[in-house]
């Protein structure tokens, strides 16, 4: 065999190597997403018990005291709270695949204005949140913790285009989706 031959032979057991490694490392990643998934979705899971204890302690508290006590207004602030944590946990269950998705019929609107305080508290004070929300919006049929991951990921990476501040606008717009490149819209 000439030398030739043994270095055609050694660049591709080189190459093979390197690939394998790669997929080594491929498979390592992978699994430790999995394990983040597996534990996230267990601390989820265990918070969302946690707060269905919350929850049902404030209602019994709010049932116990008349609608113009101090008391009330905290008591349904404490519930508000409860309600966003809620739906937080619901999308790291959805991230660790331990929770099927719940589409409903949703007002956009509506959860814009719901996520608003949130949403401002999250970006800081050097962007400002302007929401532009058309009125008689359709619904929509979504799930509604998706919606609200979607948008945080698109309000924090906006933040993140504006590192020196600025104005981010926040729209809502009915539109009627159809064919688009040949391929039917799916419902």
């Given at each position: 065999?000439?030398?030739?031959?043994?270095?055609?032979?050694?660049?591709?057991?080189?190459?093979?190597?390197?690939?394998?490694?790669?997929?080594?490392?491929?498979?390592?990643?992978?699994?430790?997403?999995?394990?983040?998934?597996?534990?996230?979705?267990?601390?989820?899971?265990?918070?969302?018990?946690?707060?269905?204890?919350?929850?049902?302690?404030?209602?019994?508290?709010?049932?116990?005291?008349?609608?113009?006590?101090?008391?009330?207004?905290?008591?349904?602030?404490?519930?508000?709270a409860a309600e966003?944590?809620?739906?937080?946990?619901?999308?790291?269950?959805?991230?660790?695949?331990?929770?099927?998705?719940?589409?409903?019929?949703?007002?956009?609107?509506?959860?814009v204005e719901d996520?608003?305080?949130?949403?401002?508290?999250?970006?800081?004070?050097?962007?400002?949140?302007?929401?532009?929300?058309?009125?008689?919006?359709?619904?929509?049929?979504?799930?509604?913790?998706?919606?609200?991951?979607?948008?945080?990921?698109?309000?924090?990476?906006?933040?993140?285009?504006?590192?020196?501040?600025?104005?981010?606008?926040?729209?809502?717009?009915?539109?009627?989706?159809?064919?688009?490149?040949?391929?039917?819209?799916?419902?």
């Open positions: 065999v000439s030398s030739e031959g043994n270095r055609v032979r050694s660049c591709i057991v080189a190459r093979e190597s390197s690939r394998y490694k790669m997929l080594q490392r491929q498979l390592r990643q992978t699994q430790k997403l999995e394990a983040v998934g597996r534990l996230s979705g267990g601390i989820a899971h265990d918070f969302n018990n946690l707060l269905t204890v919350i929850s049902g302690y404030n209602e019994m508290i709010l049932r116990e005291i008349s609608a113009d006590d101090p008391i009330a207004a905290m008591s349904t602030e404490i519930q508000k966003r944590a809620t739906r937080l946990t619901n999308q790291l269950l959805s991230f660790s695949r331990r929770e099927v998705t719940e589409p409903r019929v949703l007002n956009l609107n509506e959860m996520l608003d305080k949130m949403l401002r508290r999250l970006i800081g004070e050097d962007v400002r949140i302007v929401l532009s929300l058309a009125p008689g919006l359709c619904n929509v049929k979504a799930d509604p913790g998706q919606i609200s991951q979607l948008m945080t990921n698109l309000v924090v990476n906006a933040r993140d285009a504006m590192p020196c501040g600025g104005t981010m606008t926040i729209a809502t717009a009915s539109a009627e989706v159809g064919i688009s490149d040949g391929v039917p819209a799916q419902e």
